[in-house]
Structure formats: structure tokens, C-alpha cells
């Protein structure tokens, strides 16, 4: 017969690995980046590169940074 004072096992609140919805909120909804792909023969690629290069900059911010 079991004994009845002891105190009945408590059921995990979470299963699997690591907390539910864990980790650092987000600062911002804009933070978020989104992926895209530029099409071009690969003279047109190099020379986009280049001249983000020489301008400092990654392609992807070169190309926003004229959209301004």
C-alpha cells in the first residue's frame, strides 16, 4: 500500500528541450531583415561589387542606400 502522506509528483510545465517562447524579446518589428536576390551576367555582379567596395559598403546597404 503506497504511502498516502507523501506528496504526489508534479508534472513538468515543460517538455522538450529548453522554455517555451524562451529568449530575448525583439526590439523592433523592423529590426527584422528579409533576403532577396539580384540577377545579372557576372560583369554586371563584379561591378556591383566594386563599386560597393570602393564606396564602403556591403552590396546589400549600397543598393538601399540609394533607394533614399
Same mark, same amino acid.
Given at each position: 500500500?503506497?504511502?498516502?502522506?507523501?506528496?504526489?509528483?508534479?508534472?513538468k510545465k515543460y %517538455?522538450?528541450? @529548453?522554455?517555451?517562447?524562451?529568449?530575448?524579446?525583439? =526590439?523592433?518589428?523592423? !529590426?527584422?531583415?528579409?533576403? +532577396? %536576390?539580384?540577377? @545579372?551576367?557576372?560583369?554586371?555582379?563584379?561591378?556591383? =561589387?566594386?563599386?560597393? !567596395?570602393?564606396?564602403?559598403? +556591403?552590396?546589400?546597404?549600397?543598393?538601399?542606400?540609394?533607394?533614399?
Amino acid at each position: 500500500m503506497a504511502d498516502e502522506t507523501a506528496e504526489p509528483e508534479k508534472k513538468k510545465k515543460y %517538455s522538450g528541450y @529548453g522554455y517555451h517562447g524562451g529568449g530575448r524579446p525583439r =526590439k523592433d518589428k523592423e !529590426a527584422r531583415r528579409v533576403t +532577396t %536576390s539580384i540577377s @545579372g551576367t557576372p560583369s554586371e555582379i563584379n561591378l556591383l =561589387k566594386e563599386r560597393a !567596395a570602393q564606396a564602403g559598403k +556591403t552590396v546589400s546597404r549600397y543598393v538601399l542606400d540609394d533607394l533614399e
